[in-house]
Structure formats: structure tokens, C-alpha cells
């Protein structure tokens, strides 16, 4: 399976800059010691998630509880399942409404719970941990049975609830960060008892980073970050991600969040959209075309090529008619052809990335090119991206909030 991603943003947009040099030896420190690179090279913590994965596979529903890096990315993944035997519902809020409405619909006999913190100190994901042992205890269930924690192995508030409730805990690793964590087991458990091929996924991520050995600076994230720095400096401050593939509408949001946190700061970053074609052709379009032109565009397109749902209609409309003997997935492919050469006749900066197929492999190797291109950029404009300092002060003030409530 080859995936080719060409940075044809722009035809003035240049791949050469100042930073190219800092670039060239941050990438390089980076390849040798980052941790998540040294994960994705071997497999033994996949083996040892199997067992876990079939304990949860036993429950009809799998609600599993986090928020920003500890959610998304697993949402991603388990968005390729077909129909799998055990629904995963991810809740990521704390909004009372909806917790009421999911105590409703399912049956708390037949539903396990993951849990997933990093720090273990995260307020909304306590709170819903918390919440939802008290209905399981409402209803005298064995907690312990139907509950999983991962965190950090270190002394948190959410390490030492499982203990009290004696809830199975599995170490969150300690040097990857939330939204890098897809590659772990936040991202891993749950598409394994979604029934997906967590190592075709984890294989895709590796042909991603192995390509940095042989071409470092031609890779196409280093290459993306690159052309985006050019984007940038002719004031281009939005950066739209567009699949035309609703599977891949959360990888989208994962995309937003792991761009936006790892790279606002100090006054710098890009701004990341997540649309859906063609949904926002009826929503965001008209401003991406005829707004401000400070965007640039990945639009993100597969085959389409199902056979399924051919219309087959003798009316003589013109509107109707049309539609004879054509496939749902040929008016998807038309739509999205339609829009990438608006966007250019337009003169928006568009990144077009094609792919054969949409599965594990190919994610793997998305997320991984997303995870190399957010380093990439991190370096050119000289932040951190592994931190996320100014949202510090909102947790401090809702804690003080909370207190005084
Ligand atoms: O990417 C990140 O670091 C954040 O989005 C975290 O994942 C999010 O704040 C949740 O943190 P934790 O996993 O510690 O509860």
C-alpha cells in the first residue's frame, strides 16, 4: 500500500527557509529519542493489551471516559469499525444532559467503562469517572468487574480512586503526551475490542516515520511544514483540513486539537479548521472561498467507487435525470473533484492528499505524517510542542470555582 502525499500547496510557495537548518537537526535529535518513535518500532505491548481487550469484548456497550488527547484519537480509530460487536461510545464532556440521556438507553449490566487520564488529575474526567461509579454502585454491580483505569503510575487522584474501588489500572506511559498518545494503548485498547488490526495500524505509522531515514528533509511532513512556514509569512493563518470521507470526520478533530495545542503559543501557530466535504460545501465553503484569503486547504479524497445504491429512474427532469445509472459514490466523487478545482480557480493554496483506501495502515500512516508534520512546524516557529501552559490557569480558577460553589 503506498500513500503519496505531494505539498503542492502553492506554486510560489518555497521549500527552502532560514530555519531549514534548525529544522534539519531538531527532526534529527527527535528520530533518535523520542519515545513514541521507539513504541511504534515494536508490537509486545499489543500482545499484552489482548487479553484486556477480550475482557471488554464480553460487553455490549464499552463507554469509554477522557478528554482532548485522551479521547479523540481513539475515536479516530474506532471510526473505521464496521458494525463492531461491542458498541464504544466516547464521552468527552461533562454536560449533565447527556449523561442523563446515556443512563437512560443502555443497561449498566452490560457495559464496561475505560477510563483514560494521563495525569490522573483531570477534573472532567474524575467527575465523570465518579459519576458514573455511582450509578454502577446504585444499581449493586461489581465495580471492579465492569471499570478499567489508565494512567500514569504515578501518586493521582484517579490512581488512587481505582484502588479504593480495587479497579484493574494499566500504566499510561509517562513520556508521550495526550494527543500523541493514539499510537499507545489510550488509542489501541479501545479499537482493539472495536475488532480492528491494531498492528496494520501501528505498521502504517511506522512506514511513515521509516521514510525519515532515508529522506529527512524531502519527507512530505517535513516538506509540509516547510511550505506552510511560506504559507504563513504571506499571511495565510488558516490551515483547513477537508476529508471527503466521513470516516475520517473525526480524524479531523483529532488533527485540530493536536495542531492547535502543540503549536499556539508565544503569540505564533496556525489556526486549524476541521470540515467535511461535502457537508460544509453547505456550511464553511462560501467563506473559504470568497472570505478572507488567509487559508490554506488539505483536501483529503478517496475512490469512491462503491456499486451499491445505483439510481435507476425513468423521470424526464433534467435535475432527475441526471441521476440515472449513477452511484451514490460517483456524485461523492464528482462533488469533491468539484470542489478542489473551486478552490483553485480561486486561488486558495490547496495540499490534495488521495488515497487508494481507508483503513488501519493508511490512518497509522496519516496520523503519523500529522505527528512528524506538527514536530516539523514546531521547530520552524521555535515553540514546545509537548506543552500546553495557558490553559493552566482556566484549571486553576474552575478548581477555586468548584470549592466555592
Ligand atoms: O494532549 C493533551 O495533552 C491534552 O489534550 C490532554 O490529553 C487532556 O488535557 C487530558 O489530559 P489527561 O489525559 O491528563 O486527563
Not at 12 to 40: I, Q
Not at 269 to 280: H, K, N, Q, S
Not at 300 to 311: A, G, L, V
Amino acid at each position: 500500500m503506498t500513500i503519496t502525499i505531494t505539498n503542492n500547496f502553492h506554486e510560489n510557495a518555497s521549500s527552502e527557509t532560514l530555519g531549514s537548518l534548525k529544522l534539519r537537526s531538531d527532526l534529527t535529535t527527535l528520530k533518535e529519542t523520542l519515545p513514541l518513535f521507539k513504541l511504534v518500532r515494536q508490537d509486545q505491548d499489543i500482545t499484552m493489551l489482548e487479553e484486556v481487550a477480550q475482557r471488554f469484548k464480553h460487553f455490549k456497550n464499552v463507554i469509554v471516559l477522557g478528554t482532548g488527547g485522551s479521547s479523540l484519537g481513539g475515536r479516530a480509530l474506532c471510526d473505521l469499525a464496521d458494525e463492531p460487536e461491542t458498541t464504544l461510545h466516547f464521552y468527552d464532556n461533562i454536560d449533565p444532559h447527556t449523561f442523563k440521556r446515556l443512563f437512560k438507553k443502555i443497561d449498566l449490566k452490560t457495559t464496561g467503562v475505560i477510563v483514560i487520564s494521563k495525569s490522573g488529575s483531570t477534573a472532567e474526567t474524575l467527575m465523570q469517572k465518579m459519576v458514573c461509579l455511582q450509578q454502577w454502585a446504585a444499581q449493586s454491580l461489581p465495580i471492579k468487574d465492569h471499570f478499567l483505569v489508565i494512567t500514569e503510575p504515578t501518586e493521582n487522584a484517579m490512581r488512587n480512586l481505582a484502588q479504593s474501588y480495587d479497579i484493574q489500572t494499566l500504566d499510561h506511559p509517562t513520556d508521550i503526551g495526550g494527543r500523541f498518545a493514539v499510537f499507545t494503548l489510550v488509542g489501541l485498547l479501545p479499537a482493539m475490542i472495536a475488532g480492528l488490526n491494531v498492528y496494520q495500524f501501528r505498521n502504517g505509522a511506522l512506514d511513515c516515520l521509516k521514510s525519515l531515514d532515508t529522506s529527512l528533509m524531502e519527507h512530505p511532513a517535513t516538506q509540509g511544514a516547510l511550505h506552510q512556514q511560506t504559507l504563513l509569512s504571506q499571511g495565510k493563518t488558516i490551515s483547513v483540513l477537508m476529508p471527503y470521507i466521513d470516516r475520517l470526520n473525526t480524524f479531523a478533530l483529532w488533527y485540530r486539537q493536536l495542531w492547535a495545542e502543540s503549536l499556539g503559543k508565544n503569540g505564533k501557530g496556525t489556526t486549524p479548521i476541521a470540515a467535511l466535504g461535502t457537508v460544509d460545501q453547505h456550511s464553511q465553503l462560501q467563506l473559504f472561498l470568497d472570505g478572507p484569503k488567509d487559508k490554506f486547504f488539505t483536501v483529503i479524497t478517496t475512490h469512491h467507487m462503491d456499486p451499491e445504491f445505483t439510481i435507476t429512474t425513468h423521470l424526464n427532469h433534467s435535475n432527475i435525470s441526471l441521476f440515472d445509472q449513477k452511484t451514490m459514490g460517483q456524485l461523492m466523487a464528482a462533488e469533491q473533484q468539484a470542489t478542489i478545482d473551486t478552490l483553485k480557480n480561486n486561488g486558495c493554496p490547496l495540499r490534495h492528499i488521495h488515497l487508494d483506501e481507508i483503513n488501519e495502515y493508511i490512518l497509522g500512516y496519516m496520523m503519523m505524517h500529522y505527528v512528524l508534520e506538527t514536530l516539523a512546524m514546531s521547530s520552524l516557529l521555535n515553540v514546545n510542542a509537548f506543552d500546553q501552559p495557558a490553559v493552566e490557569e482556566g484549571k486553576i480558577l474552575t478548581r477555586q470555582y468548584l470549592k466555592a460553589a
